[in-house]
């Protein structure tokens, strides 16, 4: 064991010592953590025990998470905003990590061809997370993506990673392929008390609140998900793909729109299929104590398999659950799969006190199926007896007026998704109609970050019988896409008009106009939804807000760079006595300011050239602004130089830094 002058020297010395990664020291057959010296400012402390955790206090602290090892502890005990801060994720981590009920506000990771994105890029799965709230993230990547982590990966072994107590407020995540608010790919995973409050996800593949994909061994218990949606197959509200795994507790209010934009849908053999408000595809799994209410909406006619609770299933068990879709307006006929509950319901399924809450507004009704009731509004008056078969005593309550719905009875009444929630008269739909695709199935062309912004129009159309009055119309990232305040949905809102009400078979309808202009140096898929939230009203409900979300995609291509790569050719001198000097200027071509961060010399650079970079420094650097660095060539002896000198920036929207290469040469006689 240690001796109490012995750890005070060892600590001594790990706070003397230059920045190192948490190695675990044993000695006398027992083990302690190292302090990690100077991975953060001021120096982090405590130990990585339980009784002694690392505190993480500010945002340079979080990367004295990285590459932990297994089993060392973390506590936040500071409230941490990270506007402005250059944040990566968090990688190698197999630690624990305790948020102490504190807040992570303004993450922020745009890197739209990046995979195992999050908070943590990945998780191993003898982890543990708990206790923490993310406000106002904001994820953009490609595969594998999510605010807490990438990916959960598992163990075969039995081993599960634990995720406890997380709240994620107004989160915003787009990418391609398992993509999620939570966790991108979730395997051996047991999750409980989640909440996603106003989420906006985009994805194309394997896409839900909770994951996109989980192949085996996913337990989830007490989650509360609320959100506008959308994707193309194997999509769900709270799970895309679930495989082996267990749904409890799971109460989920969205609004699904089934994209069939996406330049992804053109090689993808499985497009905008598997469409469910519970979970898109299901196999050998359980699902047990659940709703859904929300909207399933699309307008194309190559949908197949959706339902209010799962598109596919296969060998699953439900029991306790209800499906209340207030529209589900999917083109669809007698070989589509479309129905009330489950999409397609394959084999080996069992079901026990499912109900189906059914208006005749033009949605699917249910088949003849055991364990299933159909429910309509007349039915309603009495909740307690129109679902006599649930436990009212330990599982269900009944939502505070002017609810009619239940709702399970750990969820919170004040948490702000469930007000006008759960009204179970479903309403005709708000739909979104996009002009034709431009090119390959996207809505805008592919374009320059340095031309001028593009433009699509977008008609909403108010198929309900009732007026209604917009709310707010804005897009989800805000990065790439923005809206013309001109728009006469927009004029409509700021002046507190409404939009008709359909009059025969004539929908009132207005127009929002999507401004396209992408912010990023690298080519790549660039998404973002169209959210625009709305209330009506009528005798039976009173005042009804809703959602409705619509996919905006284009393509961003790359141009030289905000600061473009240089070669500088020096005049040969003689190699003693003989000098030249070049001026570079360096000029932010981009259409974002950007901030430089540092200079990079090649090892050995000082030897035949000096760079005096004073006047350009390390601040901001306006669009179209330059500056300049003089650089001086003194060989010292014959022969042929070639050195490289680096400028490392970022731009003020997208954060992740980048590199301007000098390259010096010049020949000493």
């Known amino acids: 064991m240690w001796s109490g002058s012995l750890k005070s020297a060892f600590l001594l010395l790990s706070l003397a010592t230059g920045c190192m990664n948490i190695r675990t020291v044993e000695l006398n057959g027992s083990s302690a953590s190292s302090l990690i010296s100077s991975c953060g400012t001021p120096v982090i402390t405590g130990e990585g025990s339980v009784a002694n955790p690392y505190l993480i206090l500010n945002s340079s602290h979080l990367e004295c998470m990285k590459n932990a090892p297994s089993g060392a ?306 039915n309603m008056s009495q909740v307690e007896a129109a679902f006599s078969t649930f436990d009212f005593t330990s599982t269900w309550s009944i939502a505070n007026a002017p609810f009619r719905l239940p709702i399970l009875s750990f969820q919170n009444q004040a948490t702000p998704f469930l007000a006008a929630a759960y009204n179970p008269a479903p309403t005709g739909p708000i739909t979104m109609t996009e002009p034709s695709d431009t090119t390959n199935g996207r809505m805008f062309a592919s374009r320059s970050e340095t031309a001028a912004f593009a433009t699509q129009t977008i008609t909403l159309s108010n198929f309900n019988t009732h007026t209604l009055r917009f709310k707010s119309i804005s897009v989800a990232m805000g990065v790439s896409y923005s809206i013309d305040t001109a728009s006469s949905c927009v004029t409509l809102m700021n002046t507190n008009s409404t939009l008709n009400a359909m009059v025969g078979m004539v929908p009132g309808m207005c127009q929002v106009v999507v401004r396209f202009l992408p912010r990023t140096d690298v080519s790549a898929e660039l998404s973002d939804l169209l959210v625009v939230t709305y209330e009506y009203a009528n005798s039976l409900d009173g005042l009804v807000e809703a959602k409705v979300g619509y996919k905006l995609d284009g393509f961003g291509t790359t141009v030289s760079g905000l600061i473009a790569n240089q070669m500088v050719a020096f005049n040969s001198v003689a190699s003693v006595t003989g000098s030249d000097s070049q001026s570079i200027t360096l000029t932010n071509s981009g259409t974002e300011s950007i901030t430089i961060i540092g200079y990079e010399p090649e090892s050995g650079f000082s030897s035949a050239f000096t760079a005096n970079t004073s006047n350009c420094g390390t601040g901001t650097l306006a669009v179209g602004a330059s500056c300049t660095i003089s650089a001086i060539f003194s060989p010292g002896s014959s022969g042929s130089y070639t050195k490289t000198f680096t400028v490392k920036y970022a731009g003020a929207i997208h954060t992740e830094e980048k590199n301007a290469v000098i390259t010096f040469s010049g020949t000493g006689f």
């Open 73 to 378: 502890e973390f506590r936040l005990d500071a409230d941490l905003d990270l506007t402005g801060f250059k944040f990566t994720p968090i990688v190698g981590f197999k630690g624990n990590f305790d948020g102490n009920n504190h807040s992570i506000s303004n993450l922020r990771y745009l890197r739209a061809t990046q995979d195992s994105a999050g908070f943590f890029s990945e998780i191993n799965a003898s982890s543990s997370i708990r206790n923490v709230t993310f406000v106002s993230p904001k994820i953009e990547a490609q595969n594998d993506v999510g605010v807490l982590a990438g990916k959960i990966t598992g163990t075969g072994n039995g081993s599960k990673a634990t995720v406890s107590g997380v709240t994620l407020v107004t989160p915003s995540v787009t990418g391609q392929n398992r993509v999620s608010i939570l966790v991108g790919t979730a395997d051996e995973t047991s999750i409980s008390n989640l909440v996603v409050d106003r989420a906006a996800l985009v994805g194309v593949g394997n896409v839900g609140m909770i994951t996109g994909i989980s192949n085996a061994g996913l337990q989830v218990d007490r989650a509360q998900l609320h959100g506008v949606l959308s994707a193309s197959y194997y999509f769900g509200g709270a799970v895309g793909g679930l495989t082996g795994g267990l749904l409890k507790n799971v109460g989920v209010y969205a609004n699904l729109s089934v994209d069939a934009n996406s330049i992804v849908l053109a090689s993808a053999p499985n497009a905008q299929t598997d469409i469910g408000g519970i979970v898109g595809t299901v196999t050998s799994s359980a699902v047990q104590q659940f709703y859904f209410v929300g909207t399933i909406n699309g307008t194309s006619t190559s949908y197949q398999s959706v339902g209010s609770i799962a598109g596919k299933s296969i060998g699953t068990t439900y029991l306790e659950g209800y499906g209340a879709a207030r529209s589900m307006t999917i083109v669809a006929d007698a070989t589509k799969n479309v129905n009330g509950i489950i999409g397609n319901n394959v084999s080996g399924n069992a079901f026990t006190s499912l109900f189906y809450l059914y208006q005749a507004l033009a949605l699917p009704t249910i088949t003849n199926t055991a364990g299933i009731t159909q429910l309509t509004v007349a």
